[in-house]
């Protein structure tokens, strides 16, 4: 069950591959939220989830890039900045994993809701929103991007938030 055997590649033996961690999750018991997916010493992945899995609207392209785009403007720079390794989304559209390195889950919280607060309330030019910068700079759409945002940050605002996996 948590192995799987890898294809026969190139000339050499099949070999038995350990089905990672993120795929031993019970997906269809998930909700949004906000939950610890692993840790590897001081650093932490969190899964951001803005939608339940496997059950359609998923993330529209747009909203999530835009999402890619100022989360991690705003992310990187903050007094946090050394320690936001990366954020980006999960190819399931239904969210988007922070990785950071040395940071409780209380202060990632705050910071989560701060973004997320920041981003509902931009009003500017987008950040990496041209060709020079980006390499789909058109499928960009700010107001898709800030009402998703808002729609996570009002379901965080109204629930416990546990941050961990307890399914």
Partial sequence: ENA???PKMNGTEKKTMRRIESFC????????????S???????TYDLRMRIPNQPPFLENA???TLEHLFATYARNS???ERIIYFGPMGCQ????????????ETVKAEIFRVLRAIVAFDGPMPGGSAIECGN?????LAEGKKECAKYLSILEESEITISYEV
């Fill in 4 to 6: 799987l055997e890898s």
């Fill in 94 to 105: 239904t969210g988007f994993y922070l990785i950071t390195r040395d940071l409780p889950p």
């Fill in 79 to 81: 007094e946090y900045s």
């Fill in 63 to 65: 909203a999530i890039h």
């Fill in 25 to 36: 999750v019970n997906h269809d018991l998930l909700e949004e939220g906000i939950y610890t």
């Fill in 38 to 44: 692993r840790v590897d010493g001081d650093v932490t």
């Fill in 137 to 141: 700079y058109e499928n960009l759409s």
